[in-house]
């Protein structure tokens, strides 16, 4: 810890030093005539959200809708890799989102809070969200993404452990119409979108969305770990189909604003999950998650901003996992169905007011899970029909306190209550530091829990996984420096150094069972609080534009996450991440061709391997307005055909799990 | 060291005055006016140009003297003591400029332009101008035209200068059917949750002269916001309109000038000034940004596209 801080001081010496000839660069309009003439940086050079990014007390990342689309992302997933310190997983089921070198494999992405438009996402039984095509929103639909990084519990409470992302949706005014979204790709995959939307004159808007997904997927996939007769030879045929659809609908006037959204993912699982036949194309999960939320927003200049919501969420997920209970001569086979019910509601507050130098935020939040059920079950007889409710609320403070211009302090508290008699409270403090006005350094201390979910308190099928009953929450304490220096309207860079020191970890283990000897019949997955873990690391990022509408992106991220105990490094850890994106406009921002590579170093397996390093590119064309309203993209994915994988999970026999090569999309937008 | 010092101001002030002379040969006369300017851009030097051939034109007698404005005490004392007293009329562009010479002269008549305050007409006797801001009706009437679906017109400003305005603004709009939302900014750290709020309240954001508003601070901050809230900013120039405003009406620089050239010649034929009075521009400049208005989804009438002095595509 003090090598960190002392680390952390000469690197902050360091940037003052090398930015402060640079700062002094200040405009001075002293009569008011000025206000005619004075030279104004154009909208269409900025390309985020600079002031919110140096207000807010921790590195915050910003993705455009015009970003999406220049880059072709495809999910969430692919918006969230583009960040620096931020990397995917994915085990041909789900995809994960870790963070900062952490990323536990078969965590349902539950250390990272997702909101929409300030909803949360993550359910109610595993706290999860999904960053692929089970992400609730068509990603055409976004206006914008702002990823902040570090613990914000005091903020949000639980899960709001290692970043939080706020998803904001798109308005009628940004549609202003009819539009029909068409794509198609290899692996037999095609999409359509259709959305309305509208501001009214009485100034109520709408959206009105709906999306369909297909894929066929890789119609062949080979796993060495199955490569026997048995199991058709290693080789996974058509097993590897998704699809998705989704619903969106946004009404708003005045201050109030009524959201609903619905989505359903069904996967087929073509790596032999959780011990089923492999290859057998009934192995399949359906996740399905829809909300209401209607949302109330006062703002006046006598009392302040004031947000008030009320929803409703309902998350269903099924899956058929075909088992063999027979053996080599006398197959039983059979389909084990597992679900999970999660309906909850709630409502949350808060008030932000602005006195002289504090900007104050109090805020409260409830949510009642009237339905967080798992079950289990199978010809044979039901192994888990397990029931829970529970309710948790919390409260919270925050103020900002600008001490002048140069100095600022954000010092919060959040209480949670959770009704099984937990209480926690999680602190936050950042002192800011301006040194001019293009420059910020912000010292920041967090702390920040997840509290454990259902599924990892209470699942127990009876013989291959067990019940952690007294399971606790695990909580991170965080420290980290951000220096952020606009050098210029076009050049932008940002650096952070952090130390993250996780407690009681919550974490899958396998254990040896009565016999207490590993890789036999009795051994069972159960979740523990035993571990320990620590995170050094730094992440660096420049943004440019350059005049002729050239745009670099780069960032380097490099960390060291290890086992508090042992000090081994952590599975699915890449050491080092080295992300570079590029675009280029012509005629007249007419046309976009936009290029994104990644360096990923190598990570380790559960079995102790290492994944090899990759080097991803992907490449995407756009055309805007090629006629009225019509804009084309097309776009080329693992451009270099990179044979890359990823570690797999405890549920898996693969130490790793190969990925998809190159892949070909094209789209059309056409408004109407 | 004072006294180097001095002689170098000195120096200096004789060599100006010399130079004057050398570039402009007949400088004292019965009817001089002194053009005095806080600044030396492009538009000051528009209205200056204007003011004298206009006022050639009127009467090819007067002579005109231009001089340049640096803030110092030596050339306070200076344009004092051997300029603004030997004026018969001081024509003066910008407010630090006017502020020099209203605080500097008695008597002599001032011809105003290029400011946007109502109380600098104020100060004494003896002044009249041209002001740089639209009058309301104005503002109002283009913006019909300009945007015919737009009903809620968002303001946002500083009570202590600009609430005579809101209450024009809120008589006027009324009178046209339409509805000023008019947001108090007392402190710059209101803004963000203004213009958050402008978003679901308003149509368009009308940008009003107002210092603690739309300071080089926050002028960044606005333009954005409306951009990508896709809310119409009507902005307060040709250089917001360049940057991202949908459209601006400015002044026409030469009128102006022209204007103001009207004002000294009465003057010197010897008709009363009307003290303490200020005109609005006659001419009108439209300048449209069509990408903004392509990224709002507006289709802006061709006429209005061909009225515009100048359209950024």
Redesign the interface.
């Known amino acids: 810890m003090r090598k960190f801080c002392l680390s952390c001081s000469c690197l902050y010496l360091v940037v003052i030093s090398f930015t402060s000839p640079i700062l002094a660069q200040n405009?001075?309009?002293?009569?008011?005539?000025?206000?005619?003439?004075?030279?104004?940086?154009?909208?269409?050079s900025?390309s985020k959200?600079?002031?919110k990014l140096t207000e807010a007390p921790s590195w915050v990342s910003i993705i455009t809708a015009r970003e999406i689309q220049k880059f072709g992302y495809r999910t969430m997933a692919d918006v969230l890799n583009s960040l620096p310190g931020f990397y995917i997983n994915y085990d041909r089921n789900y995809s994960y989102i870790d963070v900062r070198g952490f990323g536990i494999p078969g965590d349902y992405n539950s250390r990272v809070l997702m909101l929409i438009d300030g909803h949360r996402v993550n359910d109610n039984v595993y706290d999860g969200l999904y960053i692929d095509l089970g992400f609730l929103l068509d990603l055409d639909l976004i206006?914008r993404v702002e990823v902040v990084r570090g613990p914000s519990s005091s903020l949000y409470g639980t899960s709001a452990f290692f970043a939080v992302i706020n998803v904001i949706t798109q308005?009628g005014?940004?549609l202003?119409?009819p539009v029909i979204s068409v794509s198609a790709g290899d692996l037999g995959t095609h999409s359509l979108r259709l959305s309305y939307g509208e501001r009214f004159?009485n100034?109520a808007e709408i959206v009105l969305s709906g999306s369909t997904y297909r894929s066929d997927g890789q119609t062949l996939l080979y796993y060495v770990e199955y490569d026997d007769p048995a199991t058709n030879n290693g080789i996974a045929e058509n097993v590897d189909d998704e699809k998705a659809d989704s619903l969106f609908a946004k009404y708003?006037i005045?201050?109030w604003t009524i959201t609903t959204a619905m989505n359903e993912r069904n996967k087929k699982i073509p790596t032999g999950a959780f011990d089923t036949v492999f290859n057998d194309p009934r192995n399949f999960t359906e996740d399905s998650h829809d909300y209401i939320d209607v949302k109330y927003?006062l703002?006046t200049?006598q009392s302040?901003?004031f947000v008030g919501r009320l929803f409703y969420d309902r998350y269903i997920y099924y899956g058929d996992y075909v088992l063999d209970y027979g053996d080599i001569i006398t197959p039983d086979i059979v389909v084990n169905t597992d679900e999970a019910y999660g309906y909850w509601w709630g409502g949350d507050g808060q008030w932000?007011r602005?006195f002289?130098?504090h900007?104050l935020i109090v805020g409260m939040e409830y949510q009642k899970n009237t339905r967080q059920d798992q079950s289990n079950y199978d010809i044979y007889g039901i192994y888990l029909d397990n029931h829970n409710n529970s309710q948790r609320w919390g409260i919270y403070l925050q103020d900002e306190y600008?001490l002048n211009k140069q100095w600022g302090i954000h010092l919060g508290f959040r209480h949670d209550k959770f009704d099984n008699g937990d209480n926690l409270t999680s602190p936050r403090l950042a002192v800011l530091y301006h040194p001019s006005?293009t420059s910020t350094a912000k010292l920041i201390y967090g702390t920040a829990f997840r509290a454990p979910n259902v599924y990892e308190l209470f699942y127990n099928d009876g013989s291959t996984w067990m019940a952690s009953l007294n399971l606790e929450q695990e909580t991170i304490e965080t420290m980290e420096l951000v220096y952020e220096q606009t050098v210029n309207s076009r050049l932008r860079w940002i650096a952070s150094v952090y130390h993250n020191h996780i407690k009681d970890l919550i974490a899958l283990q396998t254990d040896p069972g009565p016999d207490n000897v590993p890789d036999t019949a009795d051994d069972f997955f159960i979740f523990d609080n035993s571990s320990r873990a620590i995170t050094n690391g730094v992440d660096i990022e420049i943004n440019s534009q350059f005049r002729n509408d050239f745009y670099v992106s780069f960032s380097v991220s490099s960390q060291r996450t290890e086992d508090y105990t042992t000090g081994e490094l952590l599975v699915n850890s890449p050491q080092k991440l080295v992300k570079l994106n590029l675009s280029q406009y012509f005629f007249d921002k007419q046309l976009t061709a936009a290029m994104d590579f990644q360096y990923q170093d190598s990570r380790k397996t559960i079995a102790g391997n290492e994944t090899d390093s990759f080097f991803l590119a992907n490449f995407t064309l756009s055309l805007y307005?090629w006629a009225k309203g019509l804009t084309l993209s097309a776009s080329i994915y693992n451009l270099l055909d990179e044979r890359y994988a990823f570690p797999g999970s405890e549920e898996h026999l693969q130490d790793a799990i190969e990925q998809d090569g190159r892949l070909y999309r094209l789209k059309l937008d056409y408004r109407f | 060291m004072w006294l180097i010092n001095r002689i170098k101001i000195d120096l200096r002030h004789l060599l100006r005055v010399v130079a004057l002379f050398v570039l402009q040969p007949v400088i004292v006369n019965a009817s001089d006016i002194s053009v005095i300017s806080?600044?030396e851009?492009e538009?000051y030097q528009q209205v200056i140009s204007s003011f004298n051939d206009y006022m050639k034109q009127l009467n090819s007698e007067v002579l005109i003297e231009q001089v340049s404005f640096h803030v110092n005490e030596s050339d306070k004392i200076w344009l004092q003591k051997e300029l603004i007293s030997r004026s018969d009329i001081i024509f003066s562009l910008?407010?630090?400029a006017t502020r020099l010479v209203l605080e500097n002269n008695v008597n002599t008549p001032v011809v105003i332009a290029?400011?946007?305050?109502e109380k600098i007409f104020s100060q004494r006797e003896h002044v009249s101008g041209v002001i740089?801001k639209i009058p309301v009706a104005q503002q109002l009437a283009w913006l019909k035209r300009l945007l015919p679906?737009a009903?809620?017109i968002a303001v946002l400003y500083d009570p202590e200068e600009n609430a005579l305005w809101i209450e024009q603004a809120k008589r006027e709009a009324e009178r046209v059917n339409l509805e000023i939302v008019a947001?108090?900014i007392?402190?710059p750290?209101?803004l963000?949750?203004?213009l958050?709020?402008i978003s679901?309240?308003a149509?368009v954001l009308l940008a009003i002269?107002?210092?603690k508003v739309?300071?080089?601070?926050t002028?960044?901050?606005i333009?954005?916001t409306a951009?990508?809230?896709?809310i119409p900013l009507v902005g307060?120039?040709r250089?917001?309109v360049?940057?991202?405003a949908l459209y601006a009406l400015?002044a026409n620089y030469s009128a102006v000038g022209k204007q103001c050239a009207e004002q000294a010649y009465q003057i010197l034929q010897g008709k009363s000034q009307n003290d303490n009075r200020y005109v609005y521009p006659e001419q009108l400049d439209l300048i449209i940004n069509l990408?903004?208005a392509?990224h709002?989804?507006l289709d802006i009438e061709p006429e209005l596209v061909e009225q515009a002095s100048t359209v950024f595509r």
Do not use: C
């Not at chain 1, 405009?27 to 269409?44: N, R």
């Not at chain 2, 290029?114 to 305050?117: E, G, I, P």
């Not at chain 2, 739309?214 to 601070?217: A, E, G, L, R, T």
């Open positions: 405009f001075v309009f002293d009569d008011e005539e000025s206000l005619l003439f004075q030279d104004i940086p154009s909208v269409y900025a959200y600079d002031q206006d308005k005014r940004d202003s119409g004159s100034g708003s005045g201050d927003h703002s200049e302040g901003d932000v602005v002289n130098n900007k600008s006005n307005e | 806080s600044h851009t538009r910008g407010t630090q290029m400011v946007l305050s740089l679906d009903r809620r947001v108090e007392d402190h750290s209101r963000t949750m203004a958050e709020s679901r309240k149509d002269p107002d210092k739309y300071s080089s601070k002028s960044k901050t333009m954005l951009f990508r809230n896709r307060l120039s250089t917001w360049k940057a991202g400015e990408k903004t392509r709002l989804f």
